[in-house]
């Protein structure tokens, strides 16, 4: 199967053509943010603030990289498990936010929300920082530069490799995956 | 009879060292363990994953970056030889300024906050670290160090099953453990297990246990045996490398016992990723 050409901010039209499972490779402009930025950028939403950045549209990686050795655009920038960022997602995707990357399940609430607003959410390969280093062509910090390696910084990425976890009508390919498993090896699926 | 002397600057060293080997070079056992996992493994997905893993992996110790970003709690445990003097300065202090040292040279990530509350960040680079002292015979210091990702930290659980719950109860709860942790703790796991001790006992057995090279087996026949018997059923899970399907979910399962209560059977297990970073130096 090969991989889909994605560029981002991703246009809806290709969006809602992702199906769970699809291998793709991204490209274009994204924006990081882990745990204390999602924390802070929901605590602005809560003081009726705006964000640092308009989330519309565009697609938010978890990451905290390593700090770049010099002469380097970026240290090892590999995805952190994206869980601890449900409870802040459903704001941001009612606001417009199209796409998450990041590893590992989401909850029924964020699965739902992107139902409803029609977005996508993709894994990178968790513990391959090095080699998704090198798709990543410039750093820029957007906001919160005191959160260090935590800060939002805004990526621009050549081919960087995903697949689609969570498509747009919410299939899920951590279930699907493991059912093709079952099916062909013939053997009874258990989650014990 | 003569102590020998071994002296802080040197423990400073050579852990600065450590923490950068650990993080830039997969150890071979892991290397071979992915070369094998890639002919068996059935999903194309799958086999892509492992692939692009080796593929990660030569680029980290080409470049000399770390193969993931999370570069870890750096855990300790240290055989310290009760024949041997440390000069210059405590064991605990050496070891914590060799992480600070090998952290902030080598680029490594500081991971660590200070309060677990307020989440302020730590003042030393990635410190304090995690560190078990063992005392045994002898005038060696051998430390043996590990850079722990929170991914699989946080998939961890312990906990304490009743005596009648058996051997069944022991495996099914440490099936229950992967299955649960399925994609988020990076697999093809490494799942490190300890069984009985007492609470804090059992959690330290788990973790010591992931300090043995993968394809190591238990010296006790009858754990060697639960170990292999684990690591298929654990493989038949499906969750495959990442958790998007497949036959190669864990790379290994390690067991470590001791002695208990009557009353208890405790269990914990402690869950480590493909990234699986050990060194080891004697002194
Ligand atoms: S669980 Fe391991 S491989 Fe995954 S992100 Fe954490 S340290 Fe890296």
């Not at chain 2, 150890?27 to 692939?51: M, P, R, W």
């Not at chain 2, 470049?63 to 993931?68: D, F, I, L, T």
């Not at chain 2, 003097?85 to 952290?103: C, F, P, Q, R, T």
């Not at chain 2, 043995?212 to 899970?237: T, Y």
Request: include cysteine; proline fraction near 5%.
């Amino acid at each position: 199967m090969s991989a889909i050409q994605i560029t981002n901010p991703i246009s809806e039209q290709e969006l809602l053509k992702l199906k769970a499972g699809d291998r793709v490779l991204l490209s274009g402009t994204i924006y990081t943010a882990r745990d204390a930025a999602h924390k802070r950028m929901f605590e602005t939403l809560q003081k009726g603030e705006e964000l640092p950045f308009d989330v519309a549209g565009q697609t938010i990686y978890y990451v905290g990289p390593t700090p770049a050795k010099p002469g380097a655009v970026i240290g090892s920038a590999g995805p952190t498990t994206s869980g601890r960022m449900d409870k802040y997602t459903p704001v941001l995707l009612d606001l417009g936010l199209k796409g998450m990357i990041g590893k590992g399940y989401r909850s029924e609430e964020v699965i739902e929300s992107m139902k409803k607003n029609k977005a996508v959410y993709f894994a990178a390969i968790g513990g391959s920082g090095a080699l998704i280093a090198r798709t990543i062509q410039s750093v820029e910090v957007v906001a919160y530069e005191d959160l260090g390696p935590e800060a939002i910084y805004r990526l621009t990425i050549k081919n960087f490799p995903a697949v689609v976890i969570i498509d747009s009508k919410g299939n899920d390919w951590y279930k699907i995956g493991k059912q093709q498993f079952f099916e062909q090896n013939h053997v009874q699926g258990a989650d014990c | 009879m003569a102590v020998r002397t071994i002296f802080y600057e040197e423990i400073v060293n050579q852990v600065a060292n450590m923490c950068q080997e650990a993080n830039f070079e997969l150890g071979q056992d892991v290397i071979q363990a992915f070369q094998a996992a890639l002919k068996k493994e059935t999903s194309e997905t799958g086999k892509d994953i492992l692939e692009q893993l080796l593929l990660n992996a030569d680029i980290a110790r080409s470049e000399r970056v770390p193969m993931c970003q999370d570069t870890g709690v750096s855990v300790f445990i240290v055989e310290v030889g009760q024949d041997c003097h440390i000069s210059g300065g405590s064991l605990y202090d050496a070891i914590n300024e060799g992480v600070k040292k090998g952290y902030e040279e080598g680029y490594l990530r500081h991971s660590i906050v200070d309060h677990p509350i307020t989440r302020e960040k730590s003042k030393g680079y990635n410190t304090p670290s995690i560190i078990h002292i063992e005392l045994v015979p002898g005038e060696d210091l051998v430390i043996h160090m590990s850079a722990k990702g929170g991914g699989s930290e946080n998939m961890s659980a312990l906990k304490m099953l009743k005596p009648a719950d058996g051997l069944d109860g022991i495996k099914d709860y440490i099936l229950s453990i992967v299955a649960q942790a399925g994609p988020n703790a990076c697999p093809p796991l490494v799942v490190g297990v300890g069984i009985g001790g007492n609470f804090e006992r059992c959690a330290y057995l788990a973790k010591k246990s992931l300090f043995r090279p993968i394809g190591h087996r238990s010296e006790r026949p009858e754990i060697a045996e639960l170990e292999k018997e684990l690591m298929g059923k654990i493989n038949e899970l499906g969750i495959g490398p990442q958790g998007m399907g497949g036959n190669t979910t864990a790379l290994d399962v390690k067991i470590e016992i001791e002695p208990c209560h009557i009353a208890a059977l405790p269990v914990a297990v402690n869950l480590n990723c493909h990234a699986s970073r050990h060194k080891e130096v004697r002194i």
